[in-house]
Structures are given as C-alpha cells and as structure tokens.
C-alpha cells in the first residue's frame, strides 16, 4: 500500500514539475492538488487488492462475485490515480470515480443509514463519500471542453459545500474526534491542544462551507480551508501515521494509513479567479477522500449558459 502510495508521489511530481515552477506562495500547494488527490487513491486501490477478501464481505450480498468486485474497485482506483497523477484522460477517471462513489453510498452506505439512523458514524461517511464524488466530477469538468461543464460544477460545489457545513457542525459536537473527516477515531492524548484544533477545524469549516455554497469569497475560503488541512495532515495525521505503523497490530497500520491517506484527499481547496468568464476555480482535495480538483464555480445567480 505504502509503495503504490510512493510511486504515485513521483509520477505526480514529475508531472506537476512546471507548474510548480510557475507557481508562487500558496500557489505551490495548490500545484500538487493532483497529487494529493492521486496518492490516496493509490493507497487504497492497492489495499483492496491486498486485503480482498476482507473487503469482500462490504459488498452488498445480492452481488454475484463478490471476491471479484473487490478486486475491480481495486484495479479501478490504481487506474484513475494513475491517469490523475499524469493528467492523462481525467475527463474520464474524474466522471467515473465520482459516479462509483455514488453507487457505493446508494448501495452500500444509505442501507447502514437505514439501519442504524440514530449512529451518526454512517451519515459522515454518506456525506464523506459524496465530496469525493464531488471532487471527482470536478476534476472531470476541469479537463472538459464545451457543454456540460456548468453542471459538473455546481454538482460539486454543492457537495463539497455541504460536507464542510456538516463537517463543521459534527466537530463543535464532538470537538475531541480527529479533525477533518470527523468519524470515530479520537484525537491522541499527547496532541497538544486537541479541543482547540477540533473547534478552530470546526470555525473553518463552517466559514468555508458557507463560502463555496454561496460563492463568495470562495478563492479565499477553499484556499485557506485546503492549506488548513494540509497542515493537519503534516503534522497530526503525520505522527498518528507513524505512532500506528510502529505498532504491531495489522489493523492499527491499516487504520493509521486510512487516515492519513484520506486527509491527504480531503486536503487541497484552492482557487483562482478567471477574469474572462467572471468565474472562480475551486480546487479541492477530495477522495476516498475529498474535493481535490481544479475547476471552475461560478458565482452564486451566475447564468453560464
């Protein structure tokens, strides 16, 4: 898992090597949201290839083959981050991993929901799941030309709007939860300040969530959300990751590289205006995580047609 994760960094790197060039300040960052979108799906493509038969038991059981499903979301992740990372065809890997993600939610976590409606576990991974579909159909509509674009857009924005906002709220719920994707796992002892990242993370989200929604200020809200998130996974998740992968147990390493790689995804928002259409490009990490795409959000009201 870790050396797919590797090898995708490099590939993502050299193909990102003249825009980050070009860039300046935060505008480096942003030059690597491919990166930060690819790598994740790396790791996890190549976890469900290593651990398949384990997966295996998430696929709903009136699927027939159910080993050989795991085995294809599998290779199908390994396809998309590969073909992100080059920017190779995204038009493609962005609009069918947003689409796979949707049917994951419809048939694998809405029946959770059902099950358990009062957890509120499986309505943050519904959520989760849906800006990463969002993120993905962003993706696609920045390697897009013509029509449909506008759609792809909202789509998206709404999306990851929409998780930011319940994201926000979920962290001033349950501040002392890992911030970002706020799911069960706590935050450790030994991070020093840990209610006050969850509430500060919790602030920015809810700013930024309002923000994309509405379409205002939105460069300044996804970039500073997205460079936020960076800065937790460099520095929380970095040492979670490193505390689980010196621990014995399979299933820590697994859950420390889950977190990790999932922030990585959630964790590039970024913007840049357009002065020819009066629109605003949003980047945002998102993968089996969150919205990390360059695209194009007009502003709320805005006809694009």
Not at 96 to 109: R, S, Y
Not at 243 to 249: L, R, T, V
Not at 286 to 301: D, E, F, N, T, Y
Request: aromatic share 10%; charged share 10%.
């Amino acid at each position: 898992m870790c050396s797919a994760g590797i090898l995708l960094f490099v590939v993502a790197l050299w193909a990102a090597k003249s825009d980050i060039a070009g860039a300046s300040g935060l505008d480096k960052i942003v030059a690597l949201s491919n990166l930060c979108f690819a790598i994740p799906l790396a790791v996890f493509g190549a976890e469900h290839l290593s651990g398949a038969r384990f997966i295996m038991l998430a696929v709903p059981s009136y699927m027939p083959w159910r080993l050989f499903w795991a085995y294809f979301v599998g290779f199908a992740l390994l396809a998309a981050s590969l073909s992100i990372a080059t920017k190779i065809q995204v038009r493609w890997s962005g609009l069918l991993f947003g689409i796979m993600m949707l049917l994951f939610v419809a048939m694998i976590h809405i029946p959770r929901v059902f099950a358990s409606p009062g957890d509120r576990i499986p309505w943050v991974i519904v959520v989760r799941e849906m800006s990463f579909a969002g993120g993905g159909w962003i993706l696609a509509e920045n390697a897009m030309r013509g029509q449909g674009k506008s759609k792809l857009i909202t789509v998206g924005r709404v999306l990851i709007a929409i998780a930011a906002l319940f994201f926000g709220v979920e962290h001033f719920l349950h501040p002392a939860g890992c911030p970002g994707v706020p799911l069960e796992k706590l935050t450790p002892a030994w991070i020093p300040g840990r209610l006050l990242i969850g509430y500060l993370t919790g602030a920015i989200l809810l700013v930024a969530g309002a923000s994309i929604l509405l379409g205002n200020k939105t460069r300044m809200a996804a970039t500073y959300l997205g460079t936020w998130i960076v800065l937790l996974v460099l520095f929380l998740y970095g040492p979670i990751l490193i505390a689980q992968m010196s621990d014995p147990s399979t299933a820590a390493k697994v859950e420390g590289i889950n977190y990790f790689g999932g922030h990585a995804a959630v964790c590039w928002s970024d913007s840049r205006a357009r002065q020819r259409d009066a629109t605003h490009r949003l980047s945002a990490c998102g993968l089996c995580g969150w919205v990390r795409s360059s695209s194009s959000i007009p502003k709320a009201g805005q006809n694009t047609s």
